[in-house]
């Protein structure tokens, strides 16, 4: 079975940085690609960023600039870099990758940038 952990979140103050892993058991990630989204309370899952498995980044407005996805093959883990992080970064952050048959998510890892 595939299963996919986000680790790395926690509380952090606006201006500061975290870093977001999302580890694969089941399977290589090296060829996948591998999304990035986050959900607040009251509103929709929103994605965030996302790396294919040529290596195209892409991130969303919003945190373009702050944010940056990068692959460490050797852990079999995507990381999320979040600088400059904002109150607004504050939601629960899920991994997913498509795969056929729908793809995996991870369980989540929750962000609150607060001070």
């Known amino acids: 079975q595939v299963q996919l952990v986000e680790s790395g979140g926690g509380l952090v103050q606006p201006g500061g940085s975290l870093r977001l892993s999302c580890a694969a058991s089941?399977?290589?990630?090296?060829?996948?690609?591998l999304n990035w989204y986050r959900q607040s309370p009251g509103k929709e899952r929103e994605l965030v960023a996302y790396?294919?498995?040529?290596?195209?980044?892409y991130y969303a407005n919003f945190v373009k600039g702050r944010f940056s996805i990068s692959r460490d093959n050797a852990k079999n883990t995507v990381n999320l870099q979040m600088n400059s992080l904002k109150p607004e970064d504050t939601a629960v952050y899920y991994c997913?990758?498509?795969?056929?048959?729908?793809?995996?998510w991870g369980q989540g890892t929750q962000v609150t940038v607060a001070s």
């Open positions: 997913k990758v498509p795969m056929v048959g729908g793809g995996a």
């Open positions: 790396i294919t498995g040529g290596g195209f980044e």
């Open positions: 089941g399977f290589s990630l090296s060829t996948y690609a």
